[in-house]
């Protein structure tokens, strides 16, 4: 299957996602999103790089999950209350700095960005940032929020490749592809889902065949036990998010899915 975006048509049969860089490898507990957890993943093998995006008060698009600063580092409060200098002090885990997104971009030349939007104040900028630097191949955004993923579509325009927002996934879920389609007019390029949501199956193997017939690839988060994956992959699923990046490189290596590559970086960026 191809659908046109770069992104998503030059990894191979299934994508392996490192989600936050790796965040449950045992050499990285607490250091997720970090470049430090990044670099790791690329030194195993990862291309496809999943983060998330906050801006800093004065405009600065940095790699962390939260709103708040407390639960991964040392630091208190609101990150979009403080500016990039004050940010640059605060650590992860208690000894890694907060990345930049331009700093990851220029770290990882030769790897793609899946980038969740976790702000509105965020949407503006990135867009802006994709197109600046060139990155309409290297990056699919998605977000929890239909909002601001709608207004990123807008600014960002057609050739950056998106996922689905969740009001987009249940589309899929409960129609027929034709119909999904039809409601979902310049929409999403993928869908990226949980395997399950509570007793729901959401992965499964009608969503991937409606999806497949719609042509969009169908990516599965988080996923860490060897079990599970071997059994999405049989699914026919296109991509896999993990925090366990040596697990899930393991079970593509013994289906046949991996190639290792060696990483082009850029020496202490």
Do not use: C
Not at 28 to 51: I, K, P, S
Not at 105 to 112: E, K, L, M, Q
Not at 129 to 135: A, K, M, S
Request: aromatic share 6%; net charge neutral; proline share 6%.
């Amino acid at each position: 299957m191809r659908t046109g975006y770069p992104f998503l048509d030059d990894g191979g049969p299934v994508l392996a996602f490192a989600h936050r860089g790796g965040a449950r490898h045992p050499e990285l507990a607490g250091l997720e999103n970090t470049q430090a957890a990044f670099a790791h993943a690329v030194a195993l093998g990862y291309r496809y790089l999943e983060t998330d995006v906050h801006v800093t008060h004065d405009g600065v698009l940095v790699a962390f999950h939260d709103a708040l600063l407390e639960r991964v580092t040392d630091g208190a409060g609101s990150l979009e209350q403080l500016d990039s200098r004050e940010l640059a002090e605060v650590r992860v885990g208690g000894r890694e700095p907060v990345p930049t997104l331009a700093a990851l971009v220029s770290a990882f030349p030769d790897v793609r960005f899946n980038i969740d939007l976790k702000a509105g104040a965020a949407v503006a900028p990135l867009a802006a940032f994709v197109r600046e630097h060139g990155l309409e191949d290297r990056a699919l955004v998605g977000s929890f929020s239909g909002r601001r993923l709608r207004r990123f579509r807008r600014l960002a325009g057609p050739r950056v490749a998106t996922s689905a927002s969740p009001g987009e996934v249940a589309a899929y879920v409960v129609l027929p592809a034709r119909l999904a389609r039809l409601i979902t007019p310049g929409g999403p390029a993928a869908l990226q889902v949980p395997h399950r949501r509570g007793p729901l199956v959401v992965a499964s193997a009608r969503l991937v065949r409606r999806a497949h017939a719609a042509g969009l690839p169908v990516h599965v988060w988080t996923v860490d036990d060897p079990d599970e994956m071997r059994l999405l992959v049989d699914r026919g699923v296109d991509g896999l998010m993990t925090d366990r990046t040596d697990i899930l490189r393991d079970v593509l290596r013994e289906r046949g899915l991996w190639a290792d590559r060696p990483h082009r970086g850029r020496e202490g960026a």
